[in-house]
C-alpha cells in the first residue's frame, strides 16, 4: 500500500531457497526450485493462475508442508530446526478454511492464540487475557466474544481467526487466499485491516492472493508464481505488468496507472510467445 | 560416434542454424515450425502401423564445445534462478542471440529433443528405437536464405538418455525456458541416411 | 447459526451459567445414585436407614453394602468414569462425536488382550488391565494411522468407519477364543455386553492404578486437547505436536478403556453418550467438559446398574445391556444428525 522507497535496505527475514515441494500420494513436484525472500516489515502478495503452486508456497514458508529439496530460512535459521512453540511465538498462519468445533466461543478460538506463550499447566493470565481483548479489537469483533463460531458470517468469522493470529504476538503473519469466497465489502476491509496492522505493527505480512488489483493495493511486492516456479518478484507496478499477464495467466489486458491504484483490465484469452 | 558417413547433410544443418538464428532475432527464439519436426514411429506390439508424434529438436553442440556449453547454461540458470524464472528466461534468450553462428559449433550426427518421460513415443522408441524425423516448411518467411519450402526426411536410430553430458546438455538448455520437473528424457536421434522430398520424388542425399 | 448446542445453552442459561454449575449437578447426581443403589437391590433398604447401615457394624445390612452392593457401586463408578473420559479423548483424537471406545475397537482390543491373561495365566489378575492396554494400543494404532492418510472431515469419518470395521473382526476373535476355551473363558454372553456382576473391592483395586496412570495423562495435556480441536494446521501453527498429542491422548484412552474393560467387560456407549451430552451443555474446552464427563459417567454406569439389578428382579441383568439399550439409539440419532 505503501509505495515510498526505503532509503535503508531492509533485511531477509524469510527465505525460501530452492524449493522442491510435493503433496503427499502424488509424484509430480508442485513446487519446482522456486524461491522466494520475504523483506523485514513488508506485505507479500503471492499471485499466480490456480495450481501454480501459491498455496503450496505459503504453506511451506509456515512450515505447513513437507519440503523435498531446499530450505526455508527464518531470521537466517533454518526453519526445518526451530522448535515448535518457539515458531508459533514468532509467527502465525491464517489456513484457508478452518474448521472449528461446534460450540467454541470467538473468545475461546481467540485464546487458543496465547498457548504458544504459556507453559503447560498454567492457565491465562490478566495479560493474556489483555492481549485477546485487544486482538478483538483490533478486527472489531469484540461484540461478539461470546458467540459461537459457527454463528458468524464468512468474514467475521475469518477475521476471529486472524484475531488469534494477532493474540500470538507475531512478528510474521501468513495468510492463505484470506479474501476468498469473502464479498467486496469484507474483501476490501480485510485488506484494510492488513495495511493497519502492517503500519501499527510492523507485522511482515505474506498472503496469496486471486485479485490482481487488491493484489497491487495492499501489497508492498508481489510474486508471480507460474506452474511451480516463481515468475518474477517485485512492485506491483513492475511486475504486474501486460506481459506478465499473457505469459502467466495467458489473458490479454490492459493495465494503468490511474491515481496511485494500479488498475487491471481484461480483455481476452491470449497466446503467450514465451512458454512458462 | 559420428562418422562423416552418418553426418546430416551440411546444407541442412547450415539451413537449421540459419534458421534458429533468424527466430531469436525476430521472433525471440520462439519455435518456428523448421524445428519442430514430426517424429514417425512403429507402433510397438503391433504389425502395422505408426505413431506420429511433434517434438522440438534442438541442435547439440560439437563435442570438443559440449562440457563448455553445458556448464555456461547451468550457470545461467543458477545465477538468476533465486530471483526469479522471467529473468533466467530473459538471459537465456540473450545468451542464445550469440548462439547460432556457425553450423561448425554443431554435432553434425544428430539432433536431441527434451520430451516427458511417459508420453507414448518414448514408449514407443524404447521398444523399437528407429524412426523418421519429416521436417515439412512451407512458410514464406525470407525465402532466399532460408531455402524455404523444405521437405526433409532424416532416418535415425534413437538413443532415449536419462543422464549423462548430452542428457544434462539438453536439459539445463531447456530448463532456462520452462520449468522442468524431474520426469523428461531426451531423445538423441543418431542420423542414418536423408531424403529430399521436396519435388514430389524421393532423392536420396549422403551427407 | 441454531446448532442444537446453541438451541439447548441458551435455553439453560438462565439457570446455569457456569460451565462448573454441571460438574456439581453431576457430582450431586453421583452420590444421590450411589445412595439409591446402596439402598436397593434384592432386598430394600429404607433411605432413612441407610446412614445406619453404613456406619453400625452390627445393622443387619452393614455386610451386604461393604462387602456386596458398596463395592459394586465403586467399580461402576470408575468403570464410567473412565469409560466417558476415554470417549471424550477419542472423539478429539479423531475430530468426531460419533467415536467411543466401543466403536473404534479400542474396548474388543482390550477384550482380546484381558481374555489373552484370563485364559492362559489364570493365576495373574493383576496383569489383565496391562494386557487389555496392550491390546486396546494396536486398535489404537491402527486408528491413527487411518486418522494420518487424510485431512479434514473426510478423513475423521474415515477413521470412525475403520474402527467399526476392527470391532467387527475383533469380536471375531473375542467369540472364537471363548468358543474354544469355553470352560475357563467369562461366559462370553456376559462378557461382549458388559456386566458388573460379582464386582468385589479386589477388581476396584486392579482398576486403581491404571484409572490414575490415565487421569494423569489427562491433566498433563488438557491445554493441548484444546488446541487439537481445531484443525491439524491451525494446532501445528499454534506449537502443538500434533502426532504426538493425538498419540498420547489415545493412549490414555486405551488405558483407561482397559482399565474398565478388566472388571466389567466389554461395556459400550457410555464413552458415546456422556461426553455428548455433557458437551452440549458445557461446551468443547476441556477444562469444563472432562470433570463433568468423569462424574456424570460414573452416575450413569451406577444408575444403569441398579436399574439392571433392579427392573426385573430377581433377574439381573447385564448393566452393558441396558447401556446398549439407551446408548445404540442415541448413536442412530447422532449419526444421522451428522450425515444429513
Not at chain 3, 477413521?159 to 473375542?174: C, E, P, R, Y
Not at chain 3, 454372553?189 to 456382576?197: D, T
Request: net charge negative.
Amino acid at each position: 500500500m505503501t509505495h515510498v522507497e526505503p532509503n535503508v535496505p531492509k533485511a531477509h527475514v524469510l527465505e525460501a531457497k530452492r524449493l522442491h515441494v510435493r503433496h503427499p500420494g502424488v509424484d509430480r513436484d508442485v513446487l519446482r526450485d522456486a524461491s522466494l525472500s520475504v523483506l523485514e516489515g513488508e506485505i507479500l502478495a503471492i499471485v499466480g493462475p490456480n495450481g501454480s503452486g501459491k498455496s503450496t508456497l505459503l504453506r511451506s514458508l509456515g512450515r505447513d508442508m513437507e519440503i523435498r529439496r531446499g530450505a526455508v530460512y527464518l531470521e537466517r535459521e533454518d526453519l526445518s530446526a526451530y522448535p515448535r512453540k518457539r515458531l508459533a511465538r514468532r509467527m502465525a498462519r491464517l489456513p484457508q478454511d478452518p474448521l472449528s468445533p461446534e460450540g467454541l466461543t470467538v473468545e475461546a478460538l481467540v485464546a487458543c492464540g496465547r498457548s504458544p506463550h504459556l507453559g503447560a499447566f498454567s492457565s491465562l493470565a490478566p495479560a493474556d487475557q489483555d492481549i485477546v481483548s485487544e486482538a478483538l479489537d483490533a478486527v472489531e469483533i469484540a461484540d461478539f466474544r461470546t458467540r459461537p463460531i459457527e454463528s458468524l458470517s464468512g468474514g467475521e468469522r475469518r477475521r476471529a481467526w486472524i484475531a488469534m493470529a494477532l493474540a500470538q504476538e507475531p512478528r510474521f503473519l501468513l495468510l492463505d487466499e484470506p479474501t476468498s469466497a469473502l464479498d467486496l465489502r469484507h474483501q476490501f476491509e480485510l485488506l484494510e485491516l492488513l495495511g493497519r496492522l502492517n503500519r501499527e505493527r510492523g507485522t511482515t505480512i505474506v498472503l496469496s492472493i486471486h485479485d490482481l488489483a487488491h493484489a497491487a493495493l495492499v501489497a508492498d511486492r508481489v510474486a508471480v508464481l507460474s506452474r511451480g516456479r516463481v515468475y518474477a518478484v517485485g512492485t506491483p507496478e513492475y511486475v504486474l505488468s501486460e506481459e506478465t499477464l499473457l505469459d502467466v495467466f495467458r489473458v490479454r489486458s490492459k493495465v494503468e496507472l490511474e491515481d496511485g491504484v494500479l488498475g487491471v483490465k481484461i480483455l481476452g484469452p491470449g497466446d503467450p510467445i514465451r512458454n512458462f | 560416434m559420428s562418422t562423416q558417413q552418418n553426418a546430416l547433410p551440411k546444407e541442412f544443418l547450415n539451413w537449421q542454424v540459419a534458421l534458429r538464428l533468424h527466430t531469436m532475432i525476430e521472433r525471440n527464439g520462439a519455435p518456428h515450425i523448421g524445428v519442430v519436426p514430426t517424429v514417425v514411429v512403429k507402433r510397438p506390439g503391433a504389425h502395422l502401423g505408426v505413431i506420429q508424434h511433434s517434438v522440438v529438436c534442438g541442435l547439440l553442440p560439437h563435442e570438443r564445445l559440449l562440457s563448455a556449453k553445458t556448464t555456461e547454461f547451468r550457470e545461467l540458470y543458477e545465477g538468476s534462478i533465486e530471483t526469479g524464472a522471467r529473468e533466467v528466461y530473459d538471459a537465456g534468450i540473450a545468451y542464445l542471440n550469440d548462439y547460432y553462428v556457425s553450423s561448425d559449433d554443431f554435432d553434425p550426427s544428430c539432433v536431441t529433443s527434451l520430451v516427458p518421460e511417459d508420453c507414448p513415443l518414448v514408449e514407443a522408441l524404447r521398444a523399437e528405437p528407429k524412426c523418421s524425423l519429416i521436417f515439412n516448411v512451407f512458410s514464406a518467411d525470407d525465402p532466399g536464405t532460408l531455402g524455404n519450402p523444405r521437405c526433409q526426411q532424416l532416418d535415425c536410430i534413437v538413443d532415449v538418455l536419462s543422464q549423462g553430458p548430452v542428457f544434462d546438455n539438453v536439459w539445463w538448455h531447456n530448463t532456462i525456458f520452462h520449468g522442468m520437473a524431474d520426469e523428461h528424457v531426451v531423445l538423441r536421434f543418431k542420423h542414418q541416411r536423408s531424403w529430399d522430398t521436396r519435388f514430389g520424388g524421393l532423392q536420396a542425399l549422403r551427407g | 447459526m441454531n446448532s442444537l448446542f446453541w438451541q439447548v445453552r441458551s435455553r439453560t442459561e438462565i439457570i446455569f451459567d457456569q460451565p462448573s454449575a454441571w460438574t456439581l449437578v453431576c457430582a450431586i447426581a453421583l452420590v444421590v445414585a450411589s445412595a439409591f443403589a446402596m439402598a436397593n437391590g434384592a432386598v430394600d433398604l429404607a433411605l432413612q436407614e441407610l446412614p445406619a447401615s453404613i456406619v453400625d457394624v452390627d445393622h443387619p445390612f452393614h455386610a451386604v453394602i461393604w462387602d456386596v452392593r458398596l463395592p459394586r457401586i465403586v467399580c461402576g463408578a470408575i468403570v464410567g468414569m473412565d469409560l466417558a473420559l476415554a470417549g471424550a479423548l477419542l472423539q478429539t483424537t479423531v475430530r468426531n462425536p460419533l467415536a467411543d471406545p466401543g466403536i473404534l475397537g479400542v474396548t474388543a482390543g482390550a477384550g482380546v488382550g484381558a481374555l489373552f491373561v484370563i485364559l492362559f495365566a489364570p493365576g495373574h489378575s493383576e496383569w489383565i488391565p496391562w494386557a487389555g492396554f496392550a491390546g486396546g494400543m494396536l486398535a489404537v494404532g491402527t486408528l491413527l494411522s487411518f486418522a494420518a492418510a487424510k485431512r479434514g472431515q473426510a478423513g475423521t469419518l474415515r477413521v470412525v468407519l475403520s474402527g467399526v470395521a476392527l470391532q467387527s473382526v475383533l469380536f471375531a476373535v473375542i467369540a472364537l477364543m471363548t468358543f474354544i476355551f469355553a470352560d475357563r473363558a467369562p461366559a462370553f454372553a456376559a462378557y461382549i455386553v458388559g456386566s458388573l456382576n460379582g464386582l468385589g473391592w479386589s477388581d476396584a483395586g486392579r482398576m486403581l492404578l491404571p484409572s490414575l496412570l490415565g487421569l494423569a495423562a489427562i491433566v498433563g495435556i488438557v491445554r493441548t486437547l484444546n488446541l487439537l480441536l481445531l484443525d491439524d494446521s491451525a494446532a501445528g501453527g499454534l506449537g502443538v505436536h500434533v502426532v504426538r498429542s493425538r498419540m498420547v491422548a489415545a493412549s490414555a484412552a486405551a488405558l483407561l478403556t482397559a482399565a474398565a474393560v478388566s472388571a466389567a467387560g466389554l461395556i459400550g456407549f457410555v464413552g458415546l453418550v456422556v461426553p455428548n451430552a455433557i458437551r452440549l451443555l458445557v461446551g468443547p474446552q476441556h477444562g469444563d467438559l472432562l470433570p463433568a464427563t468423569a462424574l456424570g459417567g460414573a452416575a450413569l454406569v451406577v444408575v444403569a446398574d441398579l436399574v439392571a439389578r433392579t427392573v426385573l428382579a430377581p433377574l439381573e441383568l447385564p448393566v452393558g445391556a441396558l447401556l446398549s439399550l439407551v446408548g445404540g439409539p442415541y448413536f442412530l440419532y447422532l449419526l444421522w444428525r451428522k450425515l444429513a
